[in-house]
């Protein structure tokens, strides 16, 4: 059932064109109009929620802090995301017009199970986006919206991230529709180049030789700093978390502004930094405000290695290896971007002879408050 590959991680992050696909199968018609059937919450609820709060753990709360950019840009409606564990201990102000996104893989996760049932009792309406069919945080919610990638069988989550990400989009067009914030031309043709990602994440992964030589190249360093901005922000967390669990190395992801403000004091000679740089074609100065990071850190030492938009050819004078993912709009790159992230831990582990599989001190699905 591994499909020929080594591993399950293996074939989960070979399974991302698909669980992508099937995510957004059926979700829409020819004109772009979103048609979410399971969608049980009333229209005229949705209209009035002035408040969006994302909960959910882990890998699970990166794709949240993904979809809140998106959700936010979209729909105008501010979205918070928080994890499931912290949520309740802080007095939280939820109503009737609070709209409560969680996203599980699992679908069992007892932290953001309990957020999720306390946010009801405050009266708040619950979504769940969810990877397993009939599981409990759907059962107690008021909507689901489940990701199809498929069954995951890899403690650590890979294809179910994208799929996450690619769900909580539809949940934002969806809103932006009902809502009117978008002309239904501009959701088709975000739809249209959501469409486009499977091939493009195939792409991707039919070019793993050069990140594969890397990682393995890497299996004595002892720390990796990520940096990203924006959307490419949770995708150096979930970079940085991947290369823990899977490689117990120490990584840490940061905002890449984020840098003088402390974190550029670990930099020294020789301190690997991987960096998601944004699609220069994107809005205001993201890129060139990333490509300056690059610089500051390489300037104290820094061994830099980024992932860029193919075509990019600004950034190759900053970095001493650079991994190109194909064009996609800003607001979709993470879905291109993590997948060398997942592919560098994966290899990374593999050449230290772990079970990618299995990390250590870890479960598939936390029960456990
Ligand atoms: C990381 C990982 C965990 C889970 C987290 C939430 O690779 O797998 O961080 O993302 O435990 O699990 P779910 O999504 O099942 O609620």
């Given at each position: 059932?591994?499909?020929?590959?080594?591993?399950?991680?293996?074939?989960?992050?070979?399974?991302?064109?698909?669980?992508?696909?099937?995510?957004?199968?059926?979700?829409?018609?020819?004109?772009?109009?979103?048609?979410?059937?399971?969608?049980?919450?009333?229209?005229?609820?949705?209209?009035?929620?002035?408040?969006?709060?994302?909960?959910?753990?882990?890998?699970?709360?990166?794709?949240?802090?993904?979809?809140?950019?998106?959700?936010?840009?979209?729909?105008?409606?501010?979205?918070?995301?928080?994890?499931?564990?912290?949520?309740?201990?802080?007095?939280?102000?939820?109503?009737?017009?609070?709209?409560?996104?969680?996203?599980?893989?699992?679908?069992?996760?007892?932290?953001?199970?309990?957020?999720?049932?306390?946010?009801?009792?405050?009266?708040?309406?619950?979504?769940?986006?969810?990877?397993?069919?009939?599981?409990?945080?759907?059962?107690?919610?008021?909507?689901?919206?489940?990701?199809?990638?498929?069954?995951?069988?890899?403690?650590?989550?890979?294809?179910?991230?994208?799929?996450?990400?690619?769900?909580?989009?539809?949940?934002?067009?969806?809103?932006?529709?009902?809502?009117?914030?978008?002309?239904?031309?501009?959701?088709?043709?975000?739809?249209?180049?959501?469409?486009?990602?499977?091939?493009?994440?195939?792409?991707?992964?039919?070019?793993?030789?050069?990140?594969?030589?890397?990682?393995?190249?890497?299996?004595?360093?002892?720390?990796?700093?990520?940096?990203?901005?924006?959307?490419?922000?949770?995708?150096?967390?979930?970079?940085?978390?991947?290369?823990?669990?899977?490689?117990?190395?120490?990584?840490?992801?940061?905002?890449?502004?984020?840098?003088?403000?402390?974190?550029?004091?670990?930099?020294?000679?020789?301190?690997?930094?991987?960096?998601?740089?944004?699609?220069?074609?994107?809005?205001?100065?993201?890129?060139?405000?990333?490509?300056?990071?690059?610089?500051?850190?390489?300037?104290?030492?820094?061994?830099?290695?980024?992932?860029?938009?193919?075509?990019?050819?600004?950034?190759?004078?900053?970095?001493?290896?650079?991994f190109y993912i194909p064009e996609t709009t800003t607001l979709?790159?993470?879905?291109?971007?993590?997948?060398?992230?997942q592919i560098f831990a994966c290899e990374l582990a593999t050449?230290k002879g772990y079970d990618v599989d299995q990390p250590r001190?870890?479960?598939?699905?936390?029960?456990?408050?």
């Open positions: 059932e591994k499909d020929g590959f080594p591993s399950f991680m293996e074939k989960e992050i070979h399974d991302q064109p698909e669980a992508v696909a099937q995510t957004l199968l059926g979700r829409s018609d020819v004109d772009g109009k979103l048609t979410l059937d399971e969608m049980r919450i009333d229209a005229d609820v949705l209209k009035t929620v002035n408040k969006i709060i994302v909960l959910a753990c882990g890998t699970s709360a990166y794709a949240g802090q993904v979809a809140r950019y998106a959700i936010e840009h979209w729909c105008r409606i501010p979205t918070e995301v928080e994890l499931s564990h912290e949520f309740r201990y802080r007095d939280p102000i939820v109503d009737d017009k609070t709209l409560i996104v969680s996203l599980s893989q699992s679908g069992e996760t007892m932290d953001t199970l309990m957020a999720v049932r306390y946010a009801r009792e405050q009266g708040a309406k619950t979504i769940a986006i969810c990877n397993t069919n009939g599981s409990t945080i759907p059962r107690e919610s008021d909507a689901v919206l489940y990701t199809h990638a498929g069954p995951e069988i890899a403690v650590a989550s890979t294809k179910a991230f994208l799929a996450q990400i690619t769900a909580a989009y539809l949940l934002g067009l969806y809103l932006a529709q009902l809502r009117g914030n978008l002309f239904q031309g501009q959701i088709r043709d975000i739809l249209a180049d959501l469409a486009k990602v499977p091939a493009k994440i195939a792409q991707v992964l039919a070019n793993d030789g050069q990140i594969k030589e890397l990682a393995r190249s890497m299996a004595d360093t002892r720390s990796v700093l990520f940096l990203g901005r924006h959307v490419g922000f949770p995708v150096a967390m979930e970079g940085a978390l991947k290369l823990k669990e899977l490689a117990y190395i120490h990584a840490e992801g940061f905002a890449a502004g984020e840098l003088k403000h402390g974190p550029i004091a670990l930099i020294e000679e020789g301190q690997p930094v991987i960096v998601v740089v944004p699609s220069p074609r994107g809005r205001d100065s993201l890129h060139s405000k990333v490509v300056s990071n690059i610089q500051e850190v390489r300037a104290r030492g820094a061994k830099t290695i980024v992932i860029a938009e193919e075509g990019d050819e600004s950034v190759r004078a900053h970095a001493e290896h650079v979709l790159a993470p879905l291109l971007a993590t997948v060398p992230l050449a001190n870890l479960a598939k699905s936390v029960t456990v408050e």
